[in-house]
């Protein structure tokens, strides 16, 4: 059984930072594109930034400049290096793993506010 579990939310005031980290069991990340999502209240859920296995890295124009995503094979694990938190990435952080099936996690809440 495939499961994603993203850790590393919390509360942030603008300007600060976060790491979001996703942790693969079941299933190598090895060889598949990884990627971010986000849902904020009452909107649907968009693309943040993505991760090929050759480690080509497209992000969302909201974020690009600000967020780092990053994958440890090894660890069977992913990342998102959060910086410059504005009020408007508040979201549900969601992890995807592609591959025949794309697997989700159940996401890590942010919450940027002063």
């Known amino acids: 059984q495939v499961q994603l579990v993203e850790s590393g939310g919390g509360l942030v005031q603008p300007g600060g930072s976060l790491r979001l980290s996703c942790v693969v069991s079941?299933?190598?990340?090895?060889?598949?594109?990884m990627q971010w999502y986000r849902q904020a209240p009452g909107e649907q859920r968009e693309w943040v930034a993505g991760?090929?296995?050759?480690?080509?890295?497209p992000y969302a124009d909201s974020v690009k400049g600000r967020f780092i995503i990053s994958r440890d094979n090894a660890k069977n694990t992913m990342y998102l290096q959060m910086n410059n938190l504005k009020p408007e990435d508040t979201a549900l952080y969601y992890c995807?793993?592609?591959?025949?099936?794309?697997?989700w996690g159940q996401g890590t809440e942010v919450t940027v506010s002063s």
């Open positions: 995807k793993l592609n591959k025949r099936v794309n697997y």
């Open positions: 079941g299933s190598s990340i090895s060889g598949a594109t």
């Open positions: 991760i090929s296995s050759d480690g080509v890295t």
